[in-house]
């Protein structure tokens, strides 16, 4: 419920000292703000207890920077404050791409939470091409650079679901409390709230597909380290057979065939060369060491 004659302000950039003059001025708790600039800030909509605000309430969703950094660097809350005449939405990031010529509260408030939700919609974008990526990979190689992008992705996703889930609530509640003061028709708020719908179950489909990924590429690893090791079994099997050979004819008692000949050694050792070659045949057929 704004009057026509309201207080429109929009800051970013918000310093420690903003945030303090704000909360002296309107008279806010503190803890509104404990963490104005970390995803682990949790995304509401409440009803402020202020002495110089009529009915205010306060709302806090979360915008992607493109800044190319951490997850917790990219995800920033935004706090917009609300009463009968007044309208502050802020946030520690920066505004430079969101343009609004509109002089509405309620107009302004929609047009930057659907510009966080493109944002957030731009992030999954690039989240998906690196999905496709790793799937691709994951089918030829299981190297530590994909399996550390699966990790980097995966953490990226972790924050995103969570963030929106609690954002998903607030705007619910929000749309709730505009519907039952009239200042928004229900059209217009499932509008809103089915973009936010579309950015959970993108999250959720990607999150599965990385699990899959992650899962196909544990399972390369573990193929390739049985072929290793059946590699290994069938190099130890035709080493085996020159050794034993040589060690039976190794032992120093009498009787042993072609002692006393001058082509003794290398009768054996021609014996050696034929059986080994046949059973490394051997187990080449029997596909022991693929």
């Given at each position: 419920?704004?009057?026509?004659?309201?207080?429109?302000?929009?800051?970013?950039?918000?310093?420690?000292?903003?945030?303090h003059?704000?909360?002296?001025?309107?008279?806010?708790?503190?803890?509104?703000?404990?963490h104005?600039?970390?995803?682990?800030?949790?995304?509401?909509?409440?009803?402020?207890?202020?002495?110089?605000?009529?009915?205010?309430?306060?709302?806090?969703?979360f915008?992607?920077?493109?800044?190319?950094?951490?997850?917790?660097?990219?995800?920033?809350?935004?706090?917009?404050?609300?009463?009968?005449?007044?309208?502050?939405?802020?946030?520690?990031?920066?505004?430079?791409?969101?343009?609004?010529?509109?002089?509405?509260?309620?107009?302004?408030?929609?047009?930057?939470?659907?510009?966080?939700?493109?944002?957030?919609?731009?992030?999954?974008?690039?989240?998906?091409?690196?999905?496709?990526?790793?799937?691709?990979?994951?089918?030829?190689?299981?190297?530590?650079?994909?399996?550390?992008?699966?990790?980097?992705l995966?953490?990226?996703?972790?924050?995103?679901?969570?963030?929106?889930?609690?954002?998903?609530?607030?705007?619910?509640?929000?749309?709730?409390?505009?519907?039952?003061?009239?200042?928004?028709?229900?059209?217009?708020?499932?509008?809103?709230?089915?973009?936010?719908?579309?950015?959970?179950?993108?999250?959720?489909?990607?999150?599965?597909?990385?699990?899959?990924?992650?899962?196909?590429?544990?399972?390369?690893?573990?193929?390739h380290?049985?072929?290793?090791?059946?590699?290994?079994?069938?190099?130890?099997?035709?080493?085996?057979?020159?050794?034993?050979?040589?060690?039976?004819?190794?032992?120093?008692?009498?009787?042993?065939?072609?002692?006393?000949?001058?082509?003794?050694?290398?009768?054996?050792?021609?014996?050696?060369?034929?059986?080994?070659?046949?059973?490394?045949?051997?187990l080449?057929?029997?596909?022991?060491?693929?």
């Amino acid at each position: 419920m704004l009057a026509e004659n309201k207080n429109l302000i929009l800051k970013d950039q918000l310093t420690p000292q903003d945030i303090h003059e704000l909360v002296l001025n309107w008279d806010l708790d503190p803890s509104i703000f404990t963490h104005p600039d970390s995803p682990v800030e949790i995304a509401r909509f409440i009803t402020l207890d202020s002495s110089k605000l009529t009915h205010g309430h306060l709302l806090v969703t979360f915008n992607l920077q493109d800044i190319n950094a951490s997850i917790e660097q990219e995800l920033v809350p935004v706090f917009t404050i609300i009463d009968q005449s007044h309208l502050f939405i802020g946030t520690t990031a920066s505004f430079k791409d969101f343009n609004s010529q509109s002089t509405d509260p309620i107009d302004l408030i929609f047009e930057n939470l659907l510009w966080q939700i493109r944002n957030l919609n731009q992030k999954l974008n690039d989240v998906k091409r690196k999905i496709d990526h790793l799937d691709r990979a994951a089918r030829k190689t299981a190297k530590t650079r994909e399996l550390t992008q699966v990790t980097d992705l995966t953490r990226e996703l972790v924050y995103l679901k969570h963030t929106l889930n609690d954002q998903t609530e607030s705007l619910q509640r929000f749309g709730d409390y505009l519907e039952e003061t009239r200042l928004v028709s229900r059209a217009r708020i499932e509008s809103l709230l089915t973009e936010q719908l579309r950015l959970n179950k993108i999250i959720d489909v990607y999150t599965d597909l990385l699990t899959s990924i992650s899962g196909l590429f544990t399972a390369m690893m573990d193929s390739h380290l049985n072929h290793l090791m059946k590699y290994l079994d069938s190099a130890a099997l035709i080493l085996a057979i020159p050794g034993l050979i040589s060690g039976i004819w190794g032992m120093n008692i009498g009787g042993l065939p072609g002692k006393d000949t001058d082509y003794g050694f290398w009768i054996l050792a021609f014996l050696s060369v034929i059986l080994t070659i046949g059973w490394g045949i051997f187990l080449k057929k029997k596909k022991y060491n693929d």
